[in-house]
């Protein structure tokens, strides 16, 4: 019997997406000492940059999952947004002035997820044209760290 010759690249990309979840689980479960059930993830992009209508800014989503079998606390009193290794001092005044879901943030149900979107206006925490790399922890989690470039911005 002949495989087609797509099967092959198709198995090899899914293996690798694989590998990639689980070890991105495992980093997360090793740092944290125990897997609570809390799995976090992060994007990162630049708004379009139209000069008169918006502050140039990088919109930063997050993503946080409970896969375990009970609800998981969350601490959002934890939560830090992280760009090139600094916690940023203002993390708890950011994530505060959002929308949450009803009830907010404290406990989050099995199965559930929180997925939030904040705008991070670039002459404050991106001043400089380079790549920044980004990340989000709390107590009970950490996200992959993703980057984002910063070109030069025309005044």
């Known amino acids: 019997?002949?495989?087609?010759?797509m099967l092959p690249r198709i198995a090899a990309v899914t293996y690798l997406a694989l590998?990639?979840?689980?070890?991105?689980?495992?980093?997360e479960s090793k740092s944290q000492g125990n897997c609570t059930g809390l799995h976090?993830?992060?994007t990162a992009q630049l708004t379009q940059m139209t000069q008169g209508y918006s502050e140039p800014s990088v919109?930063?989503?997050f993503h946080l999952l409970d896969d375990a079998e009970t609800a998981q606390a969350t601490a959002p009193e934890s939560w830090k947004i992280?760009?090139?290794g600094k916690e940023l001092s203002?993390?708890?005044?950011?994530?505060?002035?959002?929308?949450?879901?009803?009830?907010?943030?404290?406990?989050?149900?099995?199965?559930?997820?929180f997925d939030f979107g904040l705008a991070l206006p670039i002459a404050k925490y991106f001043p400089?044209?380079?790549?920044?790399?980004?990340?989000?922890?709390?107590?009970?989690?950490?996200s992959p760290t993703v980057?984002?470039?910063?070109?030069?911005?025309?005044h």
């Open 82 to 84: 992280v760009i090139d």
């Open 90 to 113: 203002d993390s708890g005044w950011i994530f505060a002035n959002g929308p949450e879901p009803v009830g907010g943030y404290g406990t989050i149900a099995t199965g559930s997820t």
């Open 19 to 27: 590998v990639v979840w689980h070890v991105a689980g495992a980093q």
């Open 40 to 42: 976090a993830g992060i």
């Open 147 to 154: 980057t984002v470039r910063i070109p030069t911005l025309k």
């Open 128 to 142: 400089e044209t380079k790549d920044y790399r980004i990340s989000w922890k709390g107590r009970y989690f950490q």
């Open 1 to 5: 019997m002949r495989i087609p010759s």
């Open 59 to 61: 919109m930063v989503t």
